[in-house]
């Protein structure tokens, strides 16, 4: 077995005996502080009537339509502004500041605009990772060397063809990047969204643990947050950079 894997392991124990040394203490009641038992007990019954399950699918149902949205917004529109400056002196100065608004910032507005219903966290997801993955993109673009794009230019290539063969494929690294923190920023709005009104996500379930004094099934959920989260930046991203790596010489030998 890899090493880093008997580390992570070896880690995972140590704060599993942790917590339930914690647990078993008596600082906290067991009510308001349970065991990694107690935990996985509700778990498995969440497991078992299947409620984690329609959660889980709903709450990815909408976070990955909403970040797909989000990509396919933020992408072009981030190339774009870094390469008209009368865009980014304009719609730049708009999304410079949204990039300081939270996204639970905008779930008042998508409410009354929308009703409640999925479309308005729908909208939260939207606004809470498109606007990252433009300055992400619009910043790696403008990073691209000069030579790429007279070059390409010397050679015959312009307008759309240069955006798809030149820009793009040079400005990926940056779109990765900008990609990572879109996803992070989305499924955070999306928790922040359905912890608010009835919605059957993930976040109204660990919700309706807290209304019912529940802290197992709070917990419980909270893991299963984290692990689609881990999941996400390991198997999917992780993967990806690991390619990029390989394929530019810079993966570690």
């Given at each position: 077995m890899?090493k880093?894997w008997?580390r992570?392991?070896?880690?995972v124990?140590?704060l599993?005996?942790?917590w339930q ?6 600082l ?5 502080f349970?065991?990694p ?7 498995s019954a969440?497991?078992s009537?299947g ?8 709450s990815?149902?909408r976070?990955l339509?909403?970040y ?7 992408i072009?529109?981030g190339i774009?502004m ?5 865009l980014?002196?304009?719609?730049g ?11 639970i910032?905008?779930l008042?507005?998508?409410?009354l605009w929308f009703?409640l219903?999925d479309t ?7 606004m809470?990772?498109m606007v990252s993955i433009?300055v992400?993109?619009?910043?790696g673009?403008k990073?691209?060397?000069p030579?790429y794009?007279?070059?390409a230019?010397t050679m015959?290539t312009?307008r759309l063809?240069?955006y798809?063969?030149v820009?793009l494929p040079?400005?990926?690294?940056s779109?990765l ?5 879109g996803w992070?920023?989305?499924w ?7 912890l ?9 379930t660990?919700?309706m643990?807290?209304e019912l004094?529940?802290?197992s099934?709070v917990i ?8 689609i ?10 993967t990806i ?5 390989q ?5 570690k030998t």
């Amino acid at each position: 077995m890899d090493k880093s894997w008997v580390r992570r392991i070896i880690f995972v124990v140590g704060l599993l005996l942790l917590w339930q040394l914690i647990a078993m203490s008596g600082l906290w009641n067991k009510t308001l502080f349970p065991g990694p038992l107690q935990v996985i007990q509700r778990l498995s019954a969440m497991v078992s009537d299947g409620s984690i399950f329609i959660a889980t699918l709903v709450s990815l149902k909408r976070v990955l339509l909403g970040y797909g949205m989000a990509l396919a917004v933020g992408i072009p529109l981030g190339i774009l502004m870094a390469r008209r400056d009368w865009l980014e002196q304009t719609l730049g100065m708009i999304v410079s500041g949204l990039q300081a608004l939270p996204s639970i910032c905008w779930l008042p507005l998508a409410l009354l605009w929308f009703g409640l219903n999925d479309t308005a966290i729908l909208f939260v997801v939207v606004m809470g990772s498109m606007v990252s993955i433009i300055v992400a993109v619009t910043d790696g673009v403008k990073n691209i060397p000069p030579t790429y794009v007279r070059a390409a230019r010397t050679m015959g290539t312009w307008r759309l063809p240069l955006y798809t063969e030149v820009l793009l494929p040079a400005s990926l690294p940056s779109i990765l990047i900008g990609a990572k923190l879109g996803w992070g920023y989305a499924w955070r709005a999306l928790m922040s969204g359905e912890l608010l009104f009835v919605s059957l996500g993930l976040g109204h379930t660990l919700m309706m643990g807290r209304e019912l004094a529940d802290m197992s099934q709070v917990i419980a959920v909270m893991l299963i947050i984290m692990a689609i989260g881990l999941t996400a930046d390991r198997a999917v991203f992780g993967t990806i950079e690991n390619r990029f790596r390989q394929r530019w010489g810079l993966a570690k030998t």
